[in-house]
């Protein structure tokens, strides 16, 4: 039988206080550094290097092709074998990182490719120089269609950092099931965790409807018709190319 005394102990419960940071603060490093992995791996894939190239796409298969699961415990249990050990810790963020960078990086290449070529060309003509034609017109317009993919996957990769409680990670999952294991009330302890997830994604989608807000807070107020006609309907967007223009003569 349900019991509300029960629930409420596991929702105030200081394990799970802590599981729940360690699911934050895990989610928050796993993206982080899968990001900055998938740059890279961008980078390799638009190499005119054919090895790069290579490395690259066979490490995105591998990755968006096997279960995490498996890659987690393959990191945690099988590389000992092979004489590479290492920690919970270690383990829990390695397979995140690899797996998560994978798919970050096919929403960061599709980010960049989503800039029309007009755009860059019109910023060259200007005089910029093909680093600041990137960091200038190129990086903004690709974050306004890469940052609700990216706010998702953070949103996926909370619940999916359960996955390492496997491996015996002490996230939220992990110390619930440690509580459930004293007083054999699994039904509140799972109810309780899974509240702890939805106040996580709740807080999250804010953050994330913010974000969306304020990188595409130019867009909301320059339409398509009147970006293409100020420029002789090339399809320039004036505000970023009078950023540009502003910047440019400020040097």
Same mark, same amino acid.
């Given at each position: 039988?349900?019991?509300?005394?029960?629930?409420?102990?596991?929702?105030?419960?200081?394990?799970?206080?802590?599981?729940?940071?360690?699911?934050?603060?895990?989610?928050?490093?796993?993206?982080? %550094?899968?990001?900055?992995?998938?740059?890279?791996?961008?980078?390799?894939?638009?190499?005119?290097?054919?090895?790069?190239?290579?490395?690259? +796409?066979?490490?995105?298969?591998?990755?968006?092709?096997?279960?995490?699961?498996?890659? %987690?415990? *393959?990191?945690?249990?099988?590389?000992?074998?092979?004489?590479?050990?290492?920690?919970?810790?270690?383990?829990?963020?390695? +397979?995140?990182?690899? =797996?998560? #960078?994978?798919?970050?990086?096919? *929403?960061?290449?599709?980010?960049?490719?989503?800039?029309?070529?007009?755009?860059?060309? #019109?910023?060259?003509? %200007?005089?910029?120089?093909? #680093?600041?034609?990137?960091?200038?017109?190129?990086?903004?317009?690709?974050?306004?269609?890469?940052?609700?993919?990216?706010? =998702?996957?953070? =949103?996926?990769?909370?619940?999916?950092?359960? %996955?390492?409680?496997?491996?015996?990670?002490?996230?939220?999952?992990?110390?619930?099931?440690?509580?459930?294991?004293?007083?054999?009330?699994?039904?509140? +302890?799972?109810?309780?965790?899974?509240?702890?997830?939805?106040?996580?994604?709740?807080?999250?989608?804010?953050?994330?409807?913010?974000?969306?807000?304020?990188?595409?807070?130019?867009?909301?107020?320059? +339409?398509?018709?009147?970006?293409?006609?100020?420029?002789?309907?090339?399809?320039?967007?004036?505000?970023?190319?009078?950023?540009?223009?502003?910047? #440019?003569?400020?040097?």
């Amino acid at each position: 039988m349900w019991s509300w005394e029960a629930f409420f102990s596991f929702l105030t419960s200081k394990q799970l206080l802590e599981g729940a940071w360690t699911t934050v603060w895990l989610t928050t490093v796993s993206m982080a %550094l899968g990001l900055a992995l998938a740059v890279v791996v961008v980078a390799l894939r638009a190499s005119s290097f054919f090895p790069a190239r290579a490395v690259a +796409g066979f490490y995105v298969w591998l990755m968006r092709g096997t279960p995490l699961l498996v890659q %987690l415990v *393959i990191i945690y249990t099988g590389l000992p074998q092979v004489g590479i050990r290492l920690g919970v810790v270690a383990a829990a963020l390695t +397979g995140l990182v690899l =797996n998560e #960078a994978a798919y970050l990086s096919e *929403i960061v290449r599709a980010g960049l490719m989503s800039v029309p070529r007009g755009q860059k060309e #019109a910023a060259r003509a %200007l005089g910029m120089s093909p #680093a600041k034609v990137f960091r200038i017109v190129v990086i903004p317009q690709a974050l306004r269609v890469m940052i609700p993919p990216l706010g =998702n996957s953070f =949103n996926g990769l909370l619940k999916t950092s359960t %996955l390492v409680s496997v491996i015996s990670m002490e996230e939220l999952l992990r110390r619930t099931q440690f509580l459930v294991q004293t007083n054999f009330r699994v039904l509140e +302890g799972l109810c309780a965790a899974a509240v702890y997830f939805l106040m996580l994604t709740t807080i999250w989608g804010f953050v994330q409807r913010g974000l969306e807000s304020r990188f595409g807070r130019g867009y909301e107020q320059v +339409g398509p018709a009147r970006r293409g006609a100020a420029h002789g309907g090339i399809g320039v967007d004036p505000v970023m190319v009078d950023e540009a223009e502003m910047k #440019a003569a400020n040097r």
